[in-house]
């Protein structure tokens, strides 16, 4: 079965740029999508296919996909940012989830 | 507004069963396609099963292919996992997820979340 790899935690100071990954076999043939996740509530979609931010998503939220390794890049971190996030993408009408990035803002 | 809202989660004894619901409003229910993805205690998300708009087409993880069945009614806007033979493995919570409208770039995505609802698998 697909495997989607991501590191387990990444820390930042606000105001800086952190890079969270996800790798996958060729995961640049697939769209990745990304999920936000704060404590308590349910996970909040922040990217679609591969790039695009949803209605309502902050500019400093951006995204790529290519060769094995999709990247989410939130610029200006801010302290609202501390989060789960997941990567998700879909294998033969199965969807594969990451097992997610526990991002701290120091 | 968009809402999702599930219901049915419950201590369950191992091998034993349970039926999720999640009542769906604020859209057009049968023009999107829905799935369940649940999320272990402490763990990350795991999408369980999906289900076209009409209902003709399912799929499942491999982890519960057998034991759960997806349903809809989309007479009552209400989408079901009915979960057989169950084990400390499916102790999560259990969220109700609307895909992106189709023939559009979000159809794809899982552009909405239910609240979720605890499922817990012990004697």
């Known amino acids: 079965s697909y495997i989607l790899t991501q590191s387990p935690s990444v820390s930042v100071s606000p105001g800086q740029t952190i890079t969270i990954t996800c790798s996958g076999d060729k995961l640049g043939d697939k769209y990745v999508y990304w999920y936000q996740q704060k404590p308590g509530p349910s996970p909040n979609l922040v990217i679609y296919?591969?790039?695009q931010r949803p209605s309502g998503i902050p500019e400093r939220f951006s995204a790529s996909n290519s060769g094995n390794t999709a990247t989410l890049t939130i610029s200006g971190t801010q302290a609202m940012d501390e989060a789960d996030y997941y990567c998700?993408?879909?294998?033969?009408?199965?969807?594969?989830f990451g097992g997610g990035t526990r991002l701290t803002v120091l | 507004e968009v809402q999702l809202l599930e219901s049915g989660g419950d201590l369950v004894q191992p091998g034993g069963s349970l039926r999720l619901s999640c009542a769906a409003s604020g859209f057009t229910f049968s023009n999107y396609a829905m799935s369940w993805v649940r999320q272990a205690p402490g763990k990350g998300l795991e999408w369980v099963s999906g289900i076209s708009e009409s209902g003709y087409s399912t799929y499942y993880a491999d982890s519960v292919k057998g034991r759960f069945i997806i349903s809809r009614d989309n007479s009552k806007n209400t989408l079901s996992l009915q979960m057989d033979s169950l084990g400390a493995d499916d102790t999560a919570v259990y969220y109700c997820?609307?895909?992106?409208?189709?023939?559009?770039?979000?159809?794809?995505?899982?552009?909405?979340w239910g609240q979720g609802t605890t499922v817990t698998v012990s004697s």
């Open positions: 998700q993408a879909w294998d033969k009408d199965a969807a594969i």
């Open positions: 997820a609307k895909r992106g409208a189709p023939k559009t770039v979000m159809v794809d995505a899982f552009e909405t």
């Open positions: 296919r591969d790039n």
